[in-house]
């Protein structure tokens, strides 16, 4: 040896293969996974290069509810046989969100082929007038609020995405019927406001639309102490619900089940949008599956 760390353990996805690939290793593994340990290894994670996936299963990036939302969307795109899909970000403002998007996607696209084209809404003018009673939140919100700095975050775009500046009431209706983009395969929901929330789930009703049979989705304004299902995105979601015959929303089901952070608050504001006509319609092409058998 010459004092240098022998190769196979110079990348960290390949320290955290080879510990869960024998069995006193699996237990440090485990080990990392517990409080306080699992905070230092997910600091490690973040620094060093690690697999997307790692990433994700560690929380070890500013915004995990966009990354696994968007490597679900690929693996679904790759169960259906579909080589590109489309991920959004409904209320943009700034930008952080767009341009986390934007990154997750590429890194994503490298992970596991499947193209993804980035959309941005936004009325690039902050919250657009509110629909006059208790289910806007006037409570929270006001016109005008987060306005964006449209030039400023065009200059940081690349090419994969794509932001469609107007009230969601008009942009989605027109890109859906009009752009003849790639099935939709996750949806960050971030524009506040109950009447807002309705016209961008225009997106799963329109008889245009091009969607994957499961979407999954991100609800940013669900859990906070003001939040109930009379008001803003819980509301619009139970009454896309009933309107829908379609499509339905549910909660993203099982999805702490082997987190390392199960308890993280985003984990909850993790939905899916199931194209119950598509799967009722869905044959599946595969050998039948074979019993486990007797222990
Ligand atoms: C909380 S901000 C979004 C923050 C952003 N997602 C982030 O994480 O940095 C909400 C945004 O929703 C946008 N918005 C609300 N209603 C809208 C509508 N009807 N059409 C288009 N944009 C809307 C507002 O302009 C505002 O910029």
């Known amino acids: 040896m010459n004092g240098k760390r022998p190769r196979r353990y110079a990348h960290p996805d390949n320290i955290y293969h080879y510990m869960a690939s024998n069995r006193i290793s699996e237990s440090l593994v485990r080990l990392a996974m517990e409080p306080p340990f ?5 600091a490690a994670i973040k620094r060093f290069p690690c697999s997307i996936r790692t990433k994700a299963k560690w929380d070890a990036v500013d915004r995990p509810q ?12 790759i ?8 991920v959004f970000e409904f209320g943009v403002a ?17 992970e596991t082929g499947v193209r993804i084209s980035v959309f941005g809404f936004d009325t690039g003018t902050g919250i657009p007038e509110l629909c006059g009673d208790h289910r806007d939140h006037p409570d929270q919100w006001r016109p005008q ?12 775009l690349k090419p994969r995405t794509t932001l469609l500046i107007g009230d969601v009431a008009e942009t989605v209706p027109r890109f859906v019927r009009e752009k003849q983009a790639p099935s939709v395969g996750f949806v960050a929901v971030d524009v506040d406001l109950y009447s807002s929330t309705k016209h961008v789930l225009q997106l799963f009703l329109l008889p245009e639309k091009r969607m994957l049979r499961r979407v999954t989705m991100y609800f940013d304004d669900t859990d906070f102490i003001f939040n109930h299902r009379f008001a803003g995105e819980l509301l619009a979601i139970h009454e ?4 829908s015959r379609n499509v339905k929303i549910d909660r993203w089901r099982g999805i702490a089940n082997r987190r ?9 504001k993790m939905y899916v949008a199931h194209d119950i006509e598509a799967i ?11 019993d486990l058998g007797l222990l």
């Open 145 to 156: 609020d987060y306005p964006m700095e449209e030039e400023k975050l065009r200059s940081r």
């Open 240 to 243: 896309f619900n009933s309107e």
């Open 38 to 42: 699992r905070l230092f290894a997910r």
């Open 260 to 268: 390392v952070f199960a308890e993280s608050p985003w984990l909850e």
């Open 280 to 290: 009722g319609r869905t044959q599946l092409r595969r050998a039948v599956a074979s």
């Open 79 to 86: 169960r259906e046989g579909v080589g590109d899909i489309s």
């Open 94 to 110: 700034g930008g952080n969100g767009l341009l986390a998007l934007e990154n997750y996607s590429e890194s994503v696209e490298k």
């Open 66 to 77: 966009y990354l696994v939302g968007v490597i679900a969307a690929a693996d679904e795109a």
